[in-house]
Antibody, heavy 121, light 110 residues
Framework: QLQLQESGPGLVKSSETLSLTCTVS??????????WGWIRQPPGKGLEWLGH???????YYNPSLKSRVTISVDTSKNQFSLKLSSVTAADTAVYFC?????????????WGQGTLVTVSS | QSALTQPASVSGSPGQSITISCTGT?????????VSWYQQHPGKAPKLIIY???NRPSGVSNRFSGSKSGNTASLTISGLQAEDEADYYC??????????FGGGTKLTVL
């Protein structure tokens, strides 16, 4: 059974870089036809797609955040990571990692439990 | 990219059917059959309930169904149950090779 688990600091200072890792278990991140993505949800608000990556390294990013977001993959550790630079209070959110099956419409079929990241001044 | 438009809230009584709309543009919903729907209970991760407009993942109740007409997609829940009370989000693939979500709809079971 596939499981995804986010990890990283729960508190980040304003103007610094937020870094999170998603560890995948129960399946290989190098498996063909899957992408691996990040979505966030500010407290009390809706979902926002941040971006996703194929195991080969090909990335897709939300254009509104593109200059600040970097997603990378480490197949040896079965992990993928998110970096968001120059954070502000508006980046306070629950961050989810998720799997995207290939060959269809970029839906997220398996999710991590989410991790709350608070940006402090 | 602009978020897809969903009603903020809908409600229904047990046993009834409700429909949640999701309106986009000719660059997303209107162009591709790549609309998905998610159910989210408080404090939990979203759960995929519909993909590619009308397909249900294994294990999802057939009380959930999806459809699309033009730039608007719809999620219908029939035989409403208390456990269906949750937030529902639509999303779509876009012409820019991105993903856009709707603002979410809170379903209240009366």
């Amino acid at each position: 059974q596939l499981q995804l688990q986010e990890s990283g600091p729960g508190l980040v200072k304003s103007s610094e870089t937020l870094s999170l890792t998603c560890t995948v278990s129960g399946g290989s991140i190098s498996g063909s036809s899957y992408y691996w993505g990040w979505i966030r949800q500010p407290p009390g608000k809706g979902l926002e797609w941040l971006g996703h990556i194929y195991y080969s390294g090909r990335t897709y990013y939300n254009p509104s955040l593109k200059s600040r977001v970097t997603i990378s993959v480490d197949t040896s550790k079965n992990q993928f990571s998110l970096k968001l630079s120059s954070v502000t209070a508006a980046d306070t959110a629950v961050y989810f990692c998720a799997r995207i099956p290939g060959g269809r419409g970029w839906d997220f079929d398996s999710w991590g439990q989410g991790t709350l990241v608070t940006v402090s001044s | 990219q602009s978020a897809l438009t969903q009603p903020a809230s809908v409600s229904g009584s047990p046993g009834q059917s409700i429909t949640i709309s999701c309106t986009g543009t000719s660059s997303d919903i209107g162009r591709y059959n790549y609309v998905s729907w998610y159910q989210q209970h408080p404090g939990k991760a979203p759960k995929l309930i519909i993909y590619d407009v009308s397909n249900r993942p294994s294990g999802v109740s057939n009380r959930f169904s999806g459809s699309k007409s033009g730039n608007t997609a719809s999620l219908t829940i029939s035989g409403l149950q208390a456990e269906d009370e949750a937030d529902y989000y639509c999303s779509s693939y876009t012409i820019s090779s991105t993903v856009v979500f709707g603002g979410g709809t809170k379903l209240t079971v009366l």
